[in-house]
């Protein structure tokens, strides 16, 4: 190669460089004032993940007055039979049940409620601890560590993405017995 071919390839080159250089300073501004916009984000649903109080409460009342509702259109129903017969046999233990079993099924509800608010909770705080790592490239363990959650917990989402089943099985360990096989005629 010549020197002007020489000098020619390295002015090309650099320009190259200067280029890329330039576009990794565009993509790197990009990150960092999408970072600066989503971490303040992230860091709030981290520190207050699941529902306000407010929303909570208007869960909770909607849940229950639908309840209440059917249950009570129950009881209308027995009181208006007794209106329409004149005959109040049985009318005490039936709006017993219906009261016994409204109990039961309100008890049940606020638990399920209380359950599913816990269990958005922590969604969305696994949700904003994978959105930091995927801003930062931070292991989700490290921040759970730092904040105090168990890496048990962090493992499950990935445990449960990983396939499974007889063919995902027999393809793994085929691939690990076809593997070794190099190693045998070494």
């Known amino acids: ?109 606020a638990q399920q409620n209380q359950l599913n608010f816990s269990n958005t909770a922590y969604q969305r705080q696994m949700a904003a601890l994978q959105g930091l790592s995927g801003l930062y490239g931070v292991d989700t363990g490290l921040l759970g560590r730092t904040l105090g959650i168990p890496s048990e917990l962090l493992n499950v989402r990935m445990n449960a993405s990983r396939p499974t089943g007889f063919f995902s099985t027999l393809g793994a360990s085929l691939g690990g017995t076809l593997g070794s096989v190099p190693g045998l005629f070494l």
């Not at 071919?5 to 002015?11: K, R």
């Not at 280029?19 to 600066?36: E, H, I, K, R, V």
């Not at 407010?54 to 009881?75: H, N, P």
């Open 1 to 109: 190669m010549g020197r002007g071919a020489q000098g020619q390839t390295q002015a090309l080159t650099d320009q190259q460089l200067q280029q890329t250089n330039q576009m990794n300073q565009q993509l790197l501004g990009q990150q960092q004032s999408l970072a600066n916009l989503l971490t303040p984000q992230y860091q709030g649903m981290v520190n207050n993940p699941g529902y306000s109080a407010a929303d909570k409460a208007a869960i909770t009342g909607q849940s229950q007055g639908a309840l209440a509702s059917a249950f009570d259109s129950l009881q209308q129903a027995a009181a208006n039979r007794v209106a329409r017969t004149g005959n109040a046999a049985g009318f005490s233990e039936l709006t017993d049940e219906v009261a016994r079993q409204k109990a039961q099924q309100e008890a049940n509800l």
